[in-house]
């Protein structure tokens, strides 16, 4: 057999997807002391086992092999600070950080998305780390999804889809769908995140494609009627000369005519106040949105959405562009 490459046999390790934990224990002083390790594992039922291993050259290994017990700590997807804190050798990592003690002295986080409250059965050696083997006294769990370690990074976890997801989400032979039709889906979205902006315009008497010619022209001012149902024809909502003659009636939009004699519009400083408030609105239900996410799946989510809207029609002009 070749000699083993470090860097080689790491990186294959590393392959090795894991959970991140705290270990945390008490030193001779009963100061508190802890160790982000993804060397966690099951080991055994009944007894209730677990382990982890801990490097020789880590500053609290005298810590762990002499108080008799330890806490395991599974990090949820949002403790990735947590994590950093405790991979840094030595230092307080437990400065403001809140946490309480176990009828051991055990120091203890909550928030967490499991812990395991061990006593210290068994310690073996393992190469350049120590095998801790603890018995479980105490274990507790939340209903938050973990923090991932893989390649060296951190990750989220996802469930796959199901194999038996076959998508046939419509029944056209009794007209009826379920839940997970993709167009229901997005247009159920669409009505509960648009609907405080649509009752606000329907109370000022301002129909849809009114508000999107504001927006639009809050945009790209000085655009002609022709120009604006070009920008609006993927929405199905076309103004009609009569739309911007009521917007202008209202003192939304001013019309100039340009150069080459055609009528161009602009919003009015009321119709862009009414569009900044409806806008706000709009802001509040995109924060209430975004809070059902991660940052990395909200990323994700817009990526789709915007592979989505180039998929079903690559011509549809772009909002910003001429
Ligand atoms: C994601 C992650 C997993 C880790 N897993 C382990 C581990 O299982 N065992 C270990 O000894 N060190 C592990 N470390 C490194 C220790 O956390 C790090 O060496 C720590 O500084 C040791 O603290 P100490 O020297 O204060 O005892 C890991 C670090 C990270 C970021």
Redesign the pocket.
């Known amino acids: 057999m070749s000699p083993i490459d470090a860097r080689q046999f790491r990186n294959a390790l590393g392959q090795f997807a894991?959970g991140?934990?705290i270990v945390t224990t008490f030193d001779d002083a009963g100061r508190p002391?802890?160790?982000?390790?993804?060397?966690?594992n099951s080991v055994s039922l009944d007894p209730p086992l677990v382990l982890?291993?801990?490097?020789k050259?880590?500053?609290?290994?005298k810590a762990f092999q002499e108080s008799g017990h330890f806490a395991v700590h599974v990090l949820g997807q949002d403790q990735q600070d947590m994590?950093?804190r405790?991979?840094?050798?030595?230092?307080d990592?437990f400065a403001g950080v809140p946490h309480h003690l176990s009828p051991e002295g055990v120091p203890l986080f909550d928030n967490c998305a499991a812990r395991f409250v061990c006593r210290t059965a068994y310690q073996y050696e393992g190469g350049d780390?120590v095998i801790l083997v603890g018995e479980v006294i105490d274990f507790d769990t939340a209903d938050t999804d973990p923090l991932l370690?893989h390649g060296g990074h951190?990750k989220e976890a996802r469930q796959t889809a199901a194999e038996d997801d076959t998508g046939a989400t419509v029944d056209v032979d009794t007209a009826t769908f379920t839940e997970d039709f993709l167009s229901y889906l997005m247009a159920r979205a669409h009505f509960q995140l648009s609907l405080p902006v649509a009752q606000l315009r329907r109370d000022w008497g301002m129909g849809e494609t009114e508000f999107l010619c504001l927006s639009l022209l809050s945009l790209t001012p000085g655009l002609t009627l022709s120009e604006l149902q070009r920008r609006l024809e993927h929405t199905g909502r076309l103004p009609e000369p009569e739309t911007l003659e009521h917007m202008t009636a209202q003192g939304w939009v001013s019309c100039q005519v340009s150069a080459t004699g055609e009528p161009v519009y602009e919003n009015t400083t009321q119709g862009r106040e009414l569009l900044v408030e409806l806008l706000a609105n709009s802001r509040l239900m995109d924060e209430k949105a975004s809070e059902a996410f991660t940052p990395t799946e909200l990323a994700e989510f817009r990526a789709y959405l915007r592979r989505l809207v180039a998929h079903l029609d690559p011509e549809v002009p772009s909002l910003w562009s001429n």
């Open positions: 894991t991140v934990t002391t802890g160790v982000t390790a993804s060397s966690f982890w291993s801990l490097a050259s880590a500053q609290s290994l994590s950093n405790f991979a840094r050798s030595g230092e990592k780390h370690f951190y």
